[in-house]
């Protein structure tokens, strides 16, 4: 990456933000069910450091070393998060049902608003690959160097991605979780966020690797 600040870093700023207000949002609601959420996120603070601070990235951001500085965000917080889930599901395996509901919201509620904002309805609401580079204007993947998904196959009715290798394994092996339930609990907030955006459209996983956006059928 460059040394300079560019759109290409808020860009990826902008995916690391929106990870970390899910993962304030599970705490929000952790909070409602009287779960010892809180203690855990301070935990999980303790251990991997505090999120970013809410303020411009080019206040905040070490113009020194801009690569390493977003990379070492992404690190504190996939570990935050998977520590997070991990140690909310030890306190109760059933969690995950709920947990699953409130992905889905949370990826909904921002779908939603993006939808009722959109300038360029056409491209973005309208078209499988426009919907597909938004959810990914806001999923994080790594760094862009990483190159983790490639569309494969697009159409007016949908468009097929592949991931080519997990980038949040490790994360979640650190923290001792189980990195299925990282692709379970995500794969409903993509499921909101493609409704939210647009409800014409869902979200399909076909395999490990492989994944759609696609038309609903009539």
């Known amino acids: 990456m460059s040394r300079f600040i560019g759109p290409i870093h808020h860009w990826l700023h902008r995916k690391i933000k929106a990870f970390e ?11 409602t069910l009287n779960l010892p959420v809180e203690d855990i996120a301070l935990e999980g603070i303790r251990k991997f450091g505090p999120p970013m601070e809410d303020r411009p990235l080019e206040e905040i951001i070490d113009n020194e070393n801009i690569h390493g500085w977003l990379q070492d965000k992404i690190t504190r917080a996939e570990l935050r998060h998977g520590y997070l889930i991990t140690m909310l599901i030890n306190e109760d395996n059933q969690l995950m049902r709920e947990l699953k509901k409130q992905y889905f919201e949370e990826g909904k509620k921002l779908g939603k608003s993006l939808g009722n904002t959109l300038e360029n309805s056409i491209e973005n609401k309208e078209s499988p690959k ?7 204007d806001f999923l994080l993947e790594g760094m862009p160097c990483d190159r983790v998904t490639e569309v494969i196959e697009t159409s007016d009715s949908h468009v097929h991605w592949i991931s080519h290798q997990c980038v949040h394994e490790k994360y979640w092996t650190e923290v001792k979780g189980d990195i299925k339930n990282f692709y379970d609990l995500r794969d409903r907030w993509i499921e909101g966020f493609v409704i939210g955006v647009d409800h014409e459209y869902r979200f399909e996983r076909v395999s490990d690797k492989e994944q759609l956006i696609i038309l609903r059928e009539e």
Do not use: F, I, P, T
């Open 130 to 136: 426009g919907l597909y580079d938004l959810l990914h």
């Open 21 to 31: 207000s899910l993962e304030k949002a599970v705490v929000e609601w952790g909070k």
